[in-house]
């Protein structure tokens, strides 16, 4: 005799087939959902501790250590990038800063490499940032310990800088004063830029940032604030500051017809409002396009042109490092090597036994 079919109620059953009743069924959503929550709250409460950790973090560098907006733009996105690759690496929404270790970070590193493709130099500066933000959540007592201290930055490729010849340089201020004939804002202006940026070895936010207070055409000299918000003095040459002369009497006229121009800085539009540094660089790499062509000659090249033809003059070292604002001598040494090359370029070419 065939035992009675159960009804449908009574057929609820467990995922390893036991049977259950309605109301352990219910009791166990309940659970299930209660857990859920559970789980939810604490991935909102972990990356709300993050995003304060790293709020933290860019207010102490951007107002007390009063590093450039450049720089705490950088650190930023680079930690951004750090939060979005532990997602995926932890595949935990409740994942912490406390639980980072040195595993995790050099995952990150090599994701950098083999999946972004960056360069040597790009992964070091993000390792560097990482460093940077643990060193402060250990300082706060938000982590024990800096997970990336231990971490060794990949070696950077020592690449040579490009630098315009002489030749070059004599090319770019021809065609510089040829558009400065016409007398108007945008060819004064640009010689001025030329001859400031070739003639002072800024940086290309340095030069785009100062200030007529900045520059003292009297004395021959330059205030410029560089990375890290320090300040240096570097001498202006004549040239300069003959170019910058005309140009200022281009500026004042149309400060005049302005409203709303930015009478503190040097190099304005035709608006009267500041340059920016994109702009700077499209002046700048307009002229390189003209005398160097698919060199790959950057904005940068003409500070690199600057340091190098001070050391083939036989300037001091120390002296080029202050004049370029260098923390490290290491990184003025780079030139020297340069001109080493370019001297066994010479040697090889001229010497009869070469």
Same mark, same amino acid.
């Given at each position: ?84 690759? $532990? ?7 409740? !994942?912490? !800063? ?15 490499a083999t999946r972004r493709g960056l360069s040597r130099r ?20 938000? +982590? ?6 231990? +971490? ?71 205030? +410029? ?42 190099? +304005? ?53 202050? $004049?370029?604002?260098?923390?490290? $001598? ?12 370019? $001297? ?11």
């Amino acid at each position: 005799m065939r035992p009675p079919r159960p009804s449908a109620r009574a057929s609820l059953r467990s995922g390893s087939g036991r049977a259950v009743s309605p109301s352990t069924g219910a009791a166990d959503a309940r659970s299930a959902d209660a857990g859920a929550g559970a789980e939810d709250a604490a991935a909102l409460d972990a990356a709300r501790e993050r995003q304060e950790g790293v709020r933290g973090f860019i207010q102490y560098i951007a107002h007390e250590k009063q590093l450039s907006p450049q720089t705490v733009r950088a650190y930023s996105d680079d930690l951004r990038e750090l939060a979005e690759f $532990l997602d995926g690496y932890y595949g935990d929404p409740a !994942w912490g !800063w406390r639980g980072l270790d040195r595993l995790a970070i050099r995952s990150f590193m090599g994701d950098c490499a083999t999946r972004r493709g960056l360069s040597r130099r790009s992964i070091g500066r993000k390792l560097s940032a990482v460093r940077s933000f643990f060193r402060f959540l250990h300082v706060e007592e938000v +982590v024990d310990a800096n997970p990336a201290r231990a +971490v060794r930055s990949p070696k950077a490729d020592r690449t040579l800088p490009g630098f315009l010849t002489r030749e070059q340089v004599e090319a770019l201020f021809r065609d510089a004063e040829m558009r400065a004939e016409g007398g108007g804002l945008h060819g004064l202006r640009n010689l001025a830029i030329v001859e400031t940026f070739y003639g002072c070895g800024l940086r290309v936010s340095e030069l785009a940032g100062l200030n007529l207070a900045d520059v003292d055409l009297v004395s021959e000299r330059m205030r +410029v604030m560089g990375k890290g918000r320090k300040e240096r003095i570097v001498p202006v040459g004549r040239m300069a500051v003959r170019s910058l002369r005309a140009y200022y009497e281009a500026r004042e006229r149309v400060m005049e017809a302005s409203a709303r121009g930015d009478r503190r800085a040097v190099f +304005v539009g035709q608006t009267g409002r500041r340059l920016s540094v994109r702009q700077v660089q499209n002046i700048i790499g307009t002229f390189l396009d003209g005398i160097a062509g698919e060199s790959g000659l950057s904005t940068h090249s003409l500070r690199h042109t600057f340091a190098t033809h001070l050391l083939d003059a036989g300037a001091d070292l120390l002296a080029v490092k202050e $004049l370029l604002g260098h923390a490290s $001598l290491s990184t003025t040494q780079i030139y020297t090597h340069t001109s080493k090359e370019r $001297l066994k370029q010479v040697y090889r070419q001229a010497h009869p036994r070469a």
